[in-house]
């Protein structure tokens, strides 16, 4: 197993962050050093720059397109998860005084949020093992991600999940066939749970048994940003921040990209997105870059980002600095606000991490870090349609007749 995954893929082993010892891709999803995170290491130099780039650009239109770049071989039979639109946006990029801006739509995954794209590398790792179970802690949309790969694979899925998620997205998780778990407490709490209960039952926890994988697969949006713009990185990426994974992920895959020769240098930097409630990075890179603190209750509307101790705090706060980003931390009126502007400017419905986000790249612009003709993609990482409109501006409910629609139109709708 081991020699035609090296076969595929460029993957050396697994580097511990902490001590950096390399190890063999066995089943450890520690360091046996010293018990550090690891993470997968490529042999980038064995590849010539134009071959990987004409493999890419003839592999599917998923994120197994990358295969050379991930640590894990495609499975044999995989649904279409990533090759998700880069969208430009005119009349938001007006709205926000932003010159070229583009929104990476990663609602359109299959089960509608960008979760989809590290568990089908996780997925992938835990067939090679010949796991049968696959688990996770989640705030809602990744519950729906494991749940549907499992379905999808002949898998059982157990997902665990804080007691006071959005109904809707447990519904989903439920409707694929996971076992779904509620947990009273905040996601640190189910996440330390999860953590105990990882060695104990031997399933594929995602997040924790598989996350040197899992946390591979969220590489996959710059690699898709970087080819839609005609291989080459934006300058300024606006990425939400719960976990840290996906942010840390983009400076992996900036340097993967450079180091292949698939694009040129250039300046490209990452911009960490948090809301008010719940703001441990946002917080740390705007009090001068301190160490970051966890946040104990965590009160947000953006539920998926409420992660009080996030896991790559402190990784995300190092990769801000190191490309000379920055962050923002917004209100729970600014999220609903942004949301709005997106959706009756782009069309497109975000859940509230969407808001986040383009409340952020708000923020930053006003503050003059976006140059004139710099590209700015904002990561939209979570479909609208899970967390259900607000009760208000749904409309009058009238009879089934012109009359009573020609008095709704007067009196309300003009
Ligand atoms: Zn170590």
Redesign the pocket.
């Known amino acids: 197993m081991t020699t035609t995954l090296e076969e595929i893929t460029a993957l050396r082993g697994l580097r ?1 962050r ?2 950096g ?1 390399l190890q063999p891709a066995d089943e450890r999803y520690i ?1 046996g ?2 018990l ?1 995170p690891i993470e997968p290491e490529y042999d980038l130099d064995i590849f010539d720059a134009e071959t990987l780039r004409v493999d890419i650009e003839r592999g599917p239109a998923s994120l197994w397109r990358y295969a050379p770049l991930l640590p894990v071989a495609p499975p044999t039979s995989h649904w279409p998860v990533g090759w998700t639109p880069l969208i430009e946006a005119h009349r938001l990029g007006d709205a926000l005084g932003i010159e070229r801006l583009y929104l990476k739509d990663d609602t359109r995954n299959p089960t509608l949020s960008f979760k989809d794209r590290p568990v089908a590398v996780a997925l992938a790792r835990a067939l090679e093992l010949g796991l049968d179970t696959i688990a996770c802690a989640s705030t809602g949309n990744l519950a729906g991600a494991v749940a549907a790969a499992a379905a999808r694979n002949g898998l059982r899925a157990f997902v665990f999940v804080p007691a006071d998620i959005e109904p809707e997205k447990i519904a989903s998780a439920a409707a694929y066939g996971a076992t779904v778990v509620r947990v009273n407490g905040p996601y640190d709490a189910v996440n330390r749970l999860c953590g105990r209960l990882a060695d104990e039952y031997g399933w594929g926890f995602v997040n924790f048994t598989l996350r040197p994988y899992y946390a591979e697969g969220s590489k996959t949006v710059l690699f898709e940003c970087a080819e839609q713009l005609g291989w080459t990185l934006p300058h300024h990426i606006v990425v939400p921040v719960g976990s840290g994974a996906l942010l840390t992920r983009q400076a992996t895959a900036a340097n993967q990209l450079r180091a292949t020769g698939l694009v040129p240098e250039s300046h490209f930097h990452i911009h960490a997105a948090q809301p008010a409630g719940c703001a441990p990075v946002s917080d740390a890179v705007l009090d001068n870059w301190r160490p970051v603190e966890p946040v104990r209750r965590p009160e947000t509307l953006a539920k998926s980002l409420a992660i009080g101790a996030p896991a790559d705090g402190d990784g995300s706060v190092k990769i801000v600095r190191e490309t000379r980003g920055s962050a923002a931390s917004v209100s729970d009126d600014e999220i609903r606000e942004a949301a709005s502007l997106l959706a009756t400017t782009e069309g497109v419905l975000v859940e509230p991490a969407g808001g986040v986000v383009v409340a952020t790249a708000k923020q930053l612009a006003s503050r003059g870090v976006f140059h004139a003709g710099e590209t700015v993609v904002l990561y939209l990482t979570g479909n609208g349609y899970k967390g259900g409109p607000e009760e208000t501006a749904l409309g009058p409910v009238i009879a089934a007749d012109a009359d009573a629609f020609r008095l709704a139109y007067e009196e309300v709708l003009a």
């Open positions: 511990c902490a001590c010892a360091c050093e010293c550090g």
